[in-house]
Structures are given as structure tokens and as C-alpha cells.
């Protein structure tokens, strides 16, 4: 029986890319824009060599919100095997 792939751990990163210094990317409504991203990898089992990769952009402040959640709902995924989640997606979703 091959063993199923399992998230191991959540990598989670805080980009961020200083646009307000030079303006760039600036708007009416953003005038001092500083663009960022939050990127998060989820590792599997060692030796089955896959990844999962995400990104949630957001300018500037509201990137720490974003960081936060995901370090947060985090360990409800790790330990967990992929199919788990795959087979009943309303079950994932409902954080049961």
C-alpha cells in the first residue's frame, strides 16, 4: 500500500517591496503604495517531492493580517494527509 502524502510543514514568508519610496505604482487612491505579498509552501512527506505554493497580495499593512492567518490555520493542516482534505472539501472548508 503506498503511503499517502502528507503536509509535514507551512512555510510562511512576509515580501515586501518598498514602492513608496519612489512612488511607484501610486494612485488616487494608494499615493503611498508598498506592495506586498505573503507566500506560503507547504511541504510533504521527504521523499515524494512535492510542494504546494500560494500567494495573497496586499498593499502594504494589511500584508501582517494576512501572514497571521495563515501562521494560524496552519497546523490544521500539518500532520494531515492531502486526502483529507481532497476527498471532502466541504469538511476542510467548515474547519471540522
Known amino acids: 500500500m503506498e503511503k499517502p502524502i502528507t503536509i509535514t510543514e507551512a512555510l510562511v514568508k512576509d515580501v515586501r517591496f518598498p514602492n513608496s519610496i519612489s512612488r511607484d505604482g501610486s494612485d488616487a487612491m494608494n499615493p503611498d503604495p508598498d506592495y506586498s505579498v505573503t507566500y506560503v509552501i507547504l511541504k510533504t512527506n521527504p521523499n515524494d517531492g512535492f510542494e504546494g505554493h500560494g ?36 469538511t476542510f472548508l467548515t474547519l471540522s
Open 55 to 90: 500567494l495573497t497580495f496586499a498593499i502594504g499593512k494589511g500584508n501582517e493580517l494576512c501572514t497571521a492567518a495563515i501562521v494560524s490555520f496552519a497546523p490544521l493542516v500539518i500532520d494531515k494527509a492531502l486526502e483529507s482534505f481532497t476527498a471532502n472539501t466541504n
